[in-house]
């Protein structure tokens, strides 16, 4: 099992840049692909970004391809977020998850462990 917090979520201007980062307890983080959500209000928990395991493998929602960077340290036991060019339609509250599946899924309901989230606000 394993356990997930993130921090790094804020007010923020349009155009600006945030990093999210989600840090994770228990022994077997490295063996988990990690996915980052988003959950606007009124609105279904979309999916954002994943990596594998190993780092080799990463998936973007097309609204964010080109902003946002994920990324993984195994000996940290951490995933980040970097987002960049931020737009008023990146406001939501910002979930981390973990899938014990080795592929990257993009849907909800395939992964097993979340976090309880992080609120991104973006001002025109």
């Known amino acids: 099992q394993v356990q997930l917090v993130e921090s790094g979520g804020g007010l923020v201007q349009a155009g600006d840049s945030l990093r999210l980062s989600c840090i994770a307890s228990?022994?077997?983080?490295?063996?988990?692909?990690m996915g980052w959500f988003r959950q606007a209000p009124g609105k279904e928990r979309d999916f954002v970004a994943g990596?594998?395991?190993?780092?080799?493998?990463?998936r973007y929602a097309d609204s964010v391809k080109g902003r946002f960077t994920v990324s993984r340290d195994n000996a940290k036991n951490t995933v980040d977020l970097q987002m960049n060019n931020l737009k008023p339609e990146d406001t939501a509250i910002y979930y981390c998850?973990?899938?014990?599946?080795?592929?990257?899924?993009?849907?909800?309901?395939?992964?097993?462990?979340w976090g309880q989230g992080t609120q991104v606000q973006v001002t025109v």
């Open positions: 998850a973990a899938d014990e599946a080795t592929a990257v899924f993009t849907t909800r309901t395939a992964y097993d462990y």
């Open positions: 228990g022994r077997t983080f490295s063996t988990y692909t």
């Open positions: 990596i594998s395991w190993s780092g080799r493998s990463t």
